[in-house]
């Protein structure tokens, strides 16, 4: 049941060290939409097998995102489908989309824990 290869999810690590910028959302036949990573939060993980955190990715002026599965693009190819939920927008207008993550820790799903 802890198989992660079906559902691929992005570690807080990953997020964290990519560029900000590097970012885009696509649900349909448009054109993938950029988006910018504004924050990362650490959440409160069930136990140290896991961790928990928030990403709040902010759509570009003018983009108004509703709830829904999104595949969320990011860099070196890589991609997660994610279930975004918009929330406060930033102060400069932008809405904003949060994704809450709970999930194994990597070192200890590689090492089969």
């Known amino acids: 049941m802890s198989d992660n290869s079906e559902f691929l999810i992005p570690s807080y690590a990953e997020l964290e060290a990519a560029d900000p910028h590097a ?5 349909g036949p448009d ?7 504004v924050q990362l939060d650490r959440g409160v993980a069930l136990s140290a097998r896991f961790e928990c955190f928030l990403a709040f990715f902010a ?3 003018g983009v108004t995102p509703q709830q829904g599965v999104y595949r969320l693009l990011g860099p070196d190819q890589k991609h997660w489908d ?3 939920t918009p ?8 809405h ?3 994704v809450v993550i709970h999930r194994e820790q990597p070192a200890l799903t590689a090492s089969g824990v």
Do not use: C, K, S
């Open 59 to 61: 759509v570009p002026a």
């Open 31 to 37: 054109a993938p939409t950029p988006v910018e990573r």
């Open 87 to 94: 929330v406060q927008p930033e102060p400069d207008g932008r």
């Open 96 to 98: 904003v989309l949060q």
């Open 23 to 27: 970012f885009a959302i696509w649900n």
């Open 82 to 84: 994610l279930l975004m």
